[in-house]
């Protein structure tokens, strides 16, 4: 299997780094440095280059260093079967957001995501757990569109067909609307089939291998489960739009359809969310993402670069030290480490065997140690 790997990242005014070039290894580098010094911004850079947006939910607005009009990040990729690829992506608050490949510019942005694939494990993926459907209906599609170019087009249809249904519902009925929703129900029919499909196939795909990664990182006893919940499971969804019209009406926005799908995270046969303890909840979302790591893998023949973002946030160090045995092997290929104890990370990677870089970060400046 090809691996991907970043070979050299150039960073001018992304969030607190003014300027910074830096040169990676091919397996594992790690970010050390205290909390705020810009370790999570580095990796954060990494991902952008890949999925054209922030992992942490900033606007590209608010990802520019203070006081600046534009921020730019270049990556070099290199594969060990002989590809390589020239990535830029830039902003600027008068010019907008630019992505360019090898020098030429992308009319969509949505062309690029899935090119160089990426896995960010985060403490921000507690709210997988803890928030609304919303969030983990977005890491379906994110994890999706990595993968395949028809799912993000038909979400992104869908999402625009049903904007344009709830503002038609807005302006009351009348003959003219029953036409104008017949013809948009079809198209929401029509995308949100295909969404489903896929998202049923990926929960399908994925749960068993979450359950497995989790019995290795973790050694708990207690059996996980991943199940995908959609009212499309049980009607088809011509056939709820139909039975739902009136009250779609009355509420003026539409009450069913994939926009309203969840992932259910389970441990000993309960809700996550409730019986789980913090480390269990760590250890889940972990898992959660080394599968979607394995899938991305599997599907797109090349390995993904893995973000590990501060390791150690609700893990104890012998599961921090498992998952570094486990992500070091041949399975894996780069992987990006941020910990804000030096000694802590360092301990570990060595008892793990691990071929590692280490990079220094103080005040968004960046110095391979």
């Known amino acids: 299997?090809?691996?991907?790997?970043?070979?050299?990242?150039?960073?001018?005014?992304?969030?607190n780094i003014e300027q910074e070039t830096l040169s990676f290894s091919p397996d594992i580098n790690c970010l050390v440095g205290d909390n705020g010094a810009g370790k999570t911004n580095v990796v954060d850079a990494v991902y952008y280059l890949s999925m054209c947006k922030s992992a942490f939910g900033m606007t590209d607005g608010q990802s520019l260093r203070h006081g600046e009009e534009f921020f730019m990040l270049e990556g070099a990729y290199e594969s060990d079967a002989g590809r390589n690829e020239q990535i830029v992506c830039s902003f600027a608050r008068r010019g907008g957001k630019s992505v360019k490949r090898a020098g030429k510019e992308y009319e969509r942005l949505s062309d690029h995501v899935g090119l160089i694939p990426v896995v960010i494990v985060s403490p921000v993926d507690s709210a997988l757990i803890s928030d609304a459907a919303e969030e983990r209906r977005r890491f379906m599609n994110m994890f999706l569109s990595q993968l395949d170019r028809g799912y993000l087009t038909a979400i992104m249809r869908y999402n625009s067909v049903l904007?344009?249904?709830?503002?038609?519902?807005?302006?009351?009925?009348?003959?003219?609307?029953?036409?104008?929703?017949?013809?948009?129900?079809?198209?929401?029919?029509?995308?949100?089939?295909?969404?489903?499909?896929?998202?049923?196939?990926l929960v399908e795909r994925i749960a068993p291998v979450v359950a497995e990664y989790y019995r290795m990182i973790s050694e708990d006893r207690e059996q996980v489960e991943v199940s995908y919940r959609s009212e499309l499971i049980q009607t088809p969804f011509e056939e709820l739009l139909r039975a739902s019209r009136e009250r779609d009406r009355i509420n003026q926005f539409t009450c069913c359809g994939i926009h309203r799908d969840d992932l259910v995270l389970r441990i000993g046969g309960y809700q996550l969310r409730k019986y789980g303890s913090q480390g269990q909840q760590k250890s889940f979302l972990v898992a959660l993402k080394l599968a979607q790591y394995n899938i991305v893998s599997e599907r797109r023949g090349e390995r993904p670069i893995l973000l590990l973002d501060d390791l150690f946030d609700k893990l104890d160090a012998s599961r921090v030290e498992q998952l570094i045995r486990l992500v070091s092997g041949e399975r894996f290929g780069q992987i990006f480490i941020t910990d804000c104890n030096k000694m802590r990370i360092e301990r570990?990677?060595?008892?793990?065997?691990?071929?590692?870089?280490?990079?220094g970060v103080k005040a968004g400046h960046v110095e391979e140690q």
């Open 348 to 359: 570990v990677l060595q008892s793990a065997s691990a071929s590692y870089r280490l990079f």
């Open 163 to 201: 904007n344009e249904r709830n503002r038609l519902l807005k302006q009351g009925p009348s003959a003219l609307q029953d036409e104008l929703l017949d013809v948009l129900d079809a198209q929401l029919v029509k995308h949100g089939t295909v969404v489903y499909e896929r998202r049923a196939e």
């Open 1 to 15: 299997m090809a691996v991907m790997f970043l070979r050299t990242l150039s960073i001018i005014n992304f969030k």
